[in-house]
């Protein structure tokens, strides 16, 4: 099997409220059924949580009443996203059924936690896809915070022990540089601990989760148990089907050392 995270700068537009690329992810659920492979779908939140989220400092914690109508505000925003993207998957053949991240688990000092994951099992194991995303979730220390799609994957890795991990953005992967503002930057084929350390992670856009420092962190953890864990760029026609068949792409793999 293998777990797939459609990232929010792929599936939205990060820099536009609520700006949702249908196109786009009808495209990548179709290379995704096209590859025949069994597979488990996690999406990020993109312009649907990040820029609430972050004007009403979400992520820091309970603080005040105030906060209380954005966080209703986000996870309606974020589950509408679910919503039109479960219903593509399923138009495109893949039985998928929505798992809201805030509604069936909780979090403990901002670490998601799913103790009891038969519910997700159950569902794969009878051909259903259990699809998760990006939320805000109630937090036993801060009162709430927000799960980012890169934790759940981390999680879920440990679930379902997939033979390949894939996360689809809209760069070919990690570089020395951000591509979107220096044009010599250099696509870094593999990269480790050591590598990441010299690599500039600052991101174009407002982002509540970590970012690409964030991202490739996790990235390193889940390739642990010898996962082949893989960054692609989904904004290219065909690039997702093409890995998921096996073939070479311009991509980042990483490695533990």
């Known amino acids: 099997m293998i777990l797939i995270k459609l990232g929010g700068s792929v599936i939205t537009d990060k820099t ?77 053949g893949i039985p998928a059924v929505s798992v809201p991240t805030g509604s069936c688990f909780m979090m403990d000092d901002r670490e998601l936690i799913i103790d009891d994951a038969k519910v997700l099992t159950a569902m794969y194991d009878k051909g259903i896809m259990p699809v998760m995303f990006g939320d805000v979730v109630l937090d036993k220390k801060w009162g709430f915070a927000i799960c980012s799609g890169d934790q759940i994957m981390e999680k879920l890795t440990k679930v379902f022990r997939p033979t390949r991990v894939v996360f689809v953005s809209d760069i070919d992967g990690l570089y020395d540089k951000d591509p979107k503002k220096n044009k010599d930057a250099k696509l870094i084929e593999e990269v ?21 420092r964030g991202k490739m962190e996790i990235m390193l953890k889940m390739c642990s148990g010898g996962n082949d864990c893989v960054l692609v760029n989904g904004a290219v026609e065909g690039r997702l089907l093409s890995l998921l068949k096996g073939e070479e792409v311009p991509c980042t793999i990483a490695r533990r050392d």
């Open 192 to 212: 480790t601990e050591d590598v990441m350390n010299n690599v500039e992670t600052d991101i174009s856009v407002d982002d509540v989760t970590g970012g690409v």
């Open 16 to 92: 536009r409220y609520r700006t949702f690329n249908a196109g786009r992810v009808m495209r990548l659920c179709k290379e995704i059924k096209d590859s025949g492979e069994s597979v488990i779908i996690v999406h990020g939140a993109g312009s649907f949580g990040h820029m609430l989220a972050k004007e009403y400092e979400l992520n820091d914690g309970f603080k005040d009443t105030t906060q209380i109508p954005a966080v209703a505000k986000v996870c309606y925003d974020v589950r509408d996203l679910n919503g039109m993207i479960v219903k593509i998957l399923n138009d495109t």
